[in-house]
């Protein structure tokens, strides 16, 4: 897991040619531009636009992914983000799905990340999420890199 701020993401570039395509992309993103719905970027790189309601911490659900690299971008407001490392989760609370890439467990974070508009955080399959944690709504990129 990463957590920066965008103009320090340069240096995230050589993990990955992907990881580069989506940090060129929110290099030039203009939050004013915000529309809902979804773009692919290229090479398989998708762009998420979401206005979501954010939920009080019980009821975020840690998910982790197994084929993707998921960034989250808050543009609006801060976003709490719950984190674990899938080997220390013991509780599936929904299987591993392939079709959706996705995995729910039932254990509880073990530190929260509050993310703030300017920064991304950047979790990879290790890295079980729980995102959309707080109070009203907001606005926010959810960036999702194939992993090769």
């Not at 990881?19 to 929110?26: E, M, N, P």
């Not at 030039?28 to 979501?52: C, M």
Request: aromatic share 8%.
């Amino acid at each position: 897991m990463i957590l920066c701020n965008l103009s320090d993401c340069d240096k995230y570039r050589n993990i990955s040619p992907l990881l580069a395509c989506a940090l060129d992309y929110l290099n030039n993103y203009n939050a004013d531009t915000f529309t809902p719905g979804s773009v692919e970027i290229g090479n398989g790189v998708t762009v998420k636009s979401e206005e979501v309601g954010l939920l009080p911490r019980e009821h975020a659900r840690l998910e982790a992914h197994r084929q993707y690299i998921d960034i989250h971008v808050p543009i609006k407001a801060v976003e709490t983000i719950g984190w674990a490392n899938c080997a220390d989760l013991r509780l599936v609370q929904e299987a591993y799905n392939a079709d959706k890439d996705i995995i729910f467990y039932g254990d509880m974070a073990q530190c929260l990340l509050h993310v703030r508009p300017g920064q991304i955080a950047i979790f990879f399959p290790e890295d079980a999420h729980a995102p959309n944690i707080g109070l009203g709504k907001h606005r926010k990129l959810c960036i999702k890199i194939p992993v090769q």
